[in-house]
């Protein structure tokens, strides 16, 4: 294939900014197929403006992935034995 | 761009989990009732769950004594009506599910935060349209700790918002799965999800102004 039909191939590829910005969650989630990722990475590393909303998106998730590991820390035992000791009352017996 | 592949195949596996469907078997197999097997049962499938619950009771009632009075609710409840439950399905859906039903019932409609119409929302997240940010700004949030500021937004999202980014983003529920729980079409919880992510960029950036770390911008700068 001719370099110019090579080119020509990829335009038919390019996606537009309208459609690159309503897959970027599922594209930064990890959500989309081979095809779609291609055609994402393909725009956004030629547009500075989606490049700009897919690193801002890659903040915020990075932001959330924080929080989910701060809250992963278990609540105390004395709540455990709390409820199971609600639950003894009401007939259970720990195995 | 190398960022965005690494932080993609990082994320793959995790968010594939989403599209899950909890697996069910018949309705009529039940689990065995008889005393023993049945408490061994609660103790394997139910309990281990114990601090997701809590976590959950939490987001939900934002007290601490109010969360463990759920918690205790939801697990009393769960102990009672055990024999419902159906092998193979997900015991933490369930549990989240008997937790929501017991504290939309227990708090009073205006104890809980008003119920904002769907389009309201979709409103509110669509004027707030933050998404891209200069790459200065991007790169300056990108360098501190946010881990507080967006426990706080999400804390101040509205109801609809953060009970989709609780169960999908901090206890990882796949999007059927909190489906289920919340009882709204999948693809709500998808455009719920997306909209409340909008709302925390928004917040971000706002944090980042407050804290000096940027210069607040004027409407005429507004992407």
Wanted: aromatic fraction near 6%; hydrophobic fraction near 40%.
């Amino acid at each position: 294939m001719s370099d110019q039909r090579h080119a020509a191939a990829d335009e038919s590829k390019m996606i537009d900014c309208g459609t690159a910005v309503r897959m970027l969650w599922d594209y930064l989630d990890g959500n989309l197929g081979p095809r779609e990722v291609e055609a994402i990475q393909r725009h956004v590393n030629r547009c500075s403006h989606c490049f700009s909303h897919a690193d801002f998106g890659q903040v915020v998730l990075d932001a959330i992935a924080q929080a989910r590991q701060s809250q992963a820390v278990d609540p105390a035992a004395a709540l455990r034995e709390r409820v199971i000791a609600r639950l003894r009352a009401d007939g259970y017996e720990e195995p | 761009m190398i960022a965005h592949h690494v932080q993609f195949m990082r994320r793959t596996s995790r968010r594939i989990a989403r599209y899950r469907v909890p697996v069910t078997l018949p309705p009529t197999t039940t689990v065995t009732d008889t005393s023993s097997s049945r408490q061994q049962e609660f103790h394997d499938l139910a309990l281990p769950w114990l601090p997701d619950v809590a976590r959950y009771a939490q987001s939900l009632t934002r007290d601490a004594t109010a969360a463990e009075d759920l918690l205790q609710e939801t697990y009393l409840n769960a102990w009672r009506h055990w024999h419902t439950f159906i092998p193979g399905s997900e015991p933490r859906a369930w549990l989240f599910t008997i937790a929501r039903n017991a504290w939309r019932k227990r708090a009073p409609r205006d104890a809980r935060m008003v119920a904002v119409e769907e389009q309201t929302l979709q409103a509110m997240s669509d004027a707030e349209f933050p998404l891209g940010a200069p790459s200065d700004i991007t790169r300056r949030l990108a360098s501190i700790d946010l881990g507080p500021a967006i426990t706080h937004a999400i804390a101040d999202l509205p109801e609809s918002f953060r009970e989709v980014v609780q169960l999908v983003e901090l206890q990882e529920l796949s999007y059927a799965e909190a489906a289920e729980v919340l009882n709204i079409p999948v693809g709500t919880v998808r455009s719920r999800l997306f909209r409340a992510r909008r709302l925390l960029q928004t917040a971000l950036l706002q944090h980042a102004q407050d804290a000096g770390l940027v210069p607040a911008r004027g409407p005429e700068e507004q992407p």
